[in-house]
């Protein structure tokens, strides 16, 4: 049974497990670098040693640094979090060498969920349908050519390591072709250290729709319901909703169905998510598996009841799950917005620094995942996800107008974030109908709504400062009469 658990990550997702961790009376070992001395992840665990430089190279990527806090801690398990070690096969394979508990699936399926076109090969086997496109990794330009020119243009490049939307290329004739080969390979060798490419058909108007799915170590799987996650930027996610307004309940049983049957494909462990492309006439089609804890993982925490951290733990702990499909149950709607740390206007560049006052929102079914707190700083070094802000609803229209009071009790003073652009997608009636699409932002033309709303509020903003000056004067003007007034009397009296 796993009694101490090293959390290899930082930032709102080393919080999150502490606190299950915490919960269940489990130990928590925390690691940070010279960037994180005043994390609350640090102070919060049980236990927390340095491991290095601000570089995630230098530090939270140091597998050795980290396997030897693990021995040295008695830690018996890890939990890798997402990002960083949490994919890498490597790092689980020197887990298990060293009977350290990861808590996720095996290095072997880890491996073949990592390899996009492996995983797409096992999905074909088991029936899943996949994207169309090439048959294997291409060799050249010359053949991604053909491929290119038999399934039609446009088509994606995509290197088969890529991941958080990095390695992927839309192209549009021969010539982008070869432009994109160089900078997709170059992409993926900086992201990772290696590239494969792969092409796909580039699916237009389409929905990204994703299924948590868990499989004990006995073999025995469900589906924990879908997630929509169209809104995006940079093929990165920006809003995720649970349940979707396209699946029905005969869908979510159909496609829920495959998952379990992709999970036993690939034969997964824990917990994990498999993503999927709709298309506008309803079909879906298999992308990958992300072989972690998701990140937009507490709406469905939301819709479920379960605490999924708990659920990973027991899994790791070799129980079986304690439920069937038929138990699950789905309650109410919820809706996450990811609270980055950029500049809109920008395009979105990573906007950093200390944050000297924050207010964090409350209230009825808000939830809100940080690591902010007054006189906490975002760091250059790591990603832009400042906090995850999660509403829940009986009614879609409940949890909407849930986040838009919650965006509006959100106050982050330092630095520029994606709030204002929430509050203007959230009240677009594009987003109110449910319309979504991967290229909903262009699509709606999202960033010049925001403009204008923007100029709204200052023009609203200056129209309330004139009221307000017309009242005072007002108010002066009948001062100063009463004044006069007062006086003449008095020089009436006198007189
Ligand atoms: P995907 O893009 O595969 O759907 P997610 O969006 O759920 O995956 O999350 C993965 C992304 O999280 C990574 O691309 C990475 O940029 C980011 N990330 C990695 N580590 C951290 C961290 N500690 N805190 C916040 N974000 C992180
Ligand atoms: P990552 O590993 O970076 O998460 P994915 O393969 O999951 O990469 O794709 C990320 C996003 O890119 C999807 O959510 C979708 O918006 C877009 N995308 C991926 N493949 C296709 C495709 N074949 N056609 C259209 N859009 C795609
Ligand atoms: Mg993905």
Redesign the pocket.
């Known amino acids: 049974m796993i009694e101490k658990v090293l959390i290899a990550?930082?930032?709102?997702?080393?919080l999150r497990v502490i606190r299950t961790c915490q919960a269940l009376g489990i130990q928590t070992v925390a690691v940070y670098s010279d960037e994180d001395y005043n994390s609350l992840h640090v102070k919060k665990a049980t236990e927390a040693y340095h491991i290095g430089e601000a570089a995630p190279a230098k530090s939270y990527l140091n597998q050795e640094k980290i396997l030897e806090v693990m021995l040295s801690s008695g830690a018996d398990a890890v939990h890798p979090?997402?990002?960083?070690l949490s994919e890498n096969d490597e790092f689980a394979d020197l887990c298990e060498k060293n009977k350290i508990n990861f808590i996720g699936p095996t290095s072997a399926s880890m491996n073949l969920c990592g390899d996009k076109m492996e995983c797409k090969a096992a999905m074909l086997k088991a029936n899943v349908p996949t994207v169309p496109g090439s048959p294997g990794l291409v060799k050249d330009v010359e053949e991604s050519e053909k491929i290119a020119n038999d399934i039609g243009y446009p088509v994606l490049l995509k290197s088969v390591y890529g991941?958080?939307?990095r390695g992927i290329r839309l192209v549009n004739n021969d010539t982008e072709l070869h432009q994109a080969f160089e900078s997709v390979t170059g992409e993926s060798i900086a992201a990772v250290g290696k590239s494969a490419i792969i092409v796909e058909k580039f699916l237009q108007k389409t929905r990204h729709i994703e299924y948590q799915m868990a499989r004990d170590k006995h073999g025995n799987a469900v589906h924990l319901f879908e997630r929509e996650?169209s809104i995006q930027r940079r093929n990165?996610?920006l809003i995720e909703q649970t349940p979707s307004p396209v699946v029905d309940s005969e869908t979510r049983e159909r496609i829920g169905d495959l998952v379990v049957k992709a999970s036993e494909a690939v034969d997964y462990t824990n917990l994990g998510t498999a993503?999927f492309l709709r298309s506008d006439d309803g079909e879906f089609y298999f992308i990958e598996i992300?072989a972690r804890l998701?990140?937009?993982h507490p709406i469905t925490e939301m819709v479920s009841g379960l605490d999924l951290v708990k659920l990973q733990i027991d899994i790791a702990n070799g129980e079986p799950l304690p439920f069937k499909q038929s138990d699950l149950k789905m309650n109410g709607y919820a809706i996450e917005c990811r609270i980055n740390a950029e500049d809109t206007f920008l395009d979105f560049a990573p906007s950093t620094g200390p944050v000297p006052d924050v207010t964090i929102p409350a209230g009825p079914s808000v939830r809100c995942d940080t690591y902010l707190y007054p006189g906490s700083t975002v760091s250059p070094f790591?990603?832009s996800?400042m906090a995850k802000l999660c509403t829940w609803g009986q009614t879609f229209e409940e949890s909407r107008t849930r986040m838009l009071t919650a965006l509006d009790d959100f106050y982050i003073e330092g630095v520029e974030t994606s709030i204002p652009l929430y509050k203007t997608i959230l009240q677009s009636k594009e987003y109110k109908s449910g319309q979504l699409s991967t290229d909903f932002l262009k699509r709606y033309g999202m960033i010049e709504k925001l403009e204008q709303d923007l100029k709204d509020e200052k023009s609203e903003k200056s129209k309330a400062a004139i009221a307000a000056a017309i009242i005072h004067s007002e108010y002066f003007k009948s001062l100063v009469q009463n004044r006069q007034q007062n006086n003449s009397n008095w020089k009436n009296r006198m007189s």
């Open positions: 990550n930082r930032g709102e997702i080393a979090g997402y990002g960083f991941g958080g939307g996650c990165q996610k993503e992300n998701q990140v937009e790591y990603d996800l």
